[in-house]
Nanobody
Framework: HVQLVESGGGLVQAGGSLRLSCAAS?????????MGWFRQAPGKEREGIAS???????SYADFVAGRFTISKDHAKNILYLQMKSLTVAGTGMYYC??????????????????WGQGTQVTVS
């Protein structure tokens, strides 16, 4: 079992930056896990943002357009999402997720087994 706890959300002005963190209860740096970030805007379905696969490869949704960076701190078992040039459309609940044994899944094909509770991001 993996517990995931997100932090770093908050209120930011359009054009601003935020860094989200996801602390994992076990070693997420092993090659068994894919890790990803998802978000859900009010009234919309949850969508994938970015992921890191079993082999360290990263992938991003098209709407990211080079503005976000996903990374892992191997020593601390923390997953990050650095977001820049945020827009009002970026408002929503942001979730960290983990998939076991996912191989080279991308954010488009990732099917998480574990989810965090989410952290709210509001862009004004």
């Amino acid at each position: 079992h993996v517990q995931l706890v997100e932090s770093g959300g908050g209120l930011v002005q359009a054009g601003g930056s935020l860094r989200l963190s996801c602390a994992a209860s076990r070693d997420i740096t092993s090659r068994r896990f894919c890790m990803g970030w998802f978000r859900q805007a009010p009234g919309k379905e949850r969508e994938g943002i970015a992921s890191i696969d079993n082999f360290g490869g990263d992938s991003y949704a098209d709407f990211v357009a080079g503005r976000f960076t996903i990374s892992k701190d191997h020593a601390k078992n923390i997953l990050y999402l650095q977001m820049k040039s945020l827009t009002v459309a970026g408002t929503g609940m942001y979730y960290c997720a983990a998939e076991v044994g996912c191989g080279r899944d991308t954010i488009a094909t990732m099917s998480p087994d574990y989810w965090g509770q989410g952290t709210q991001v509001t862009v004004s």
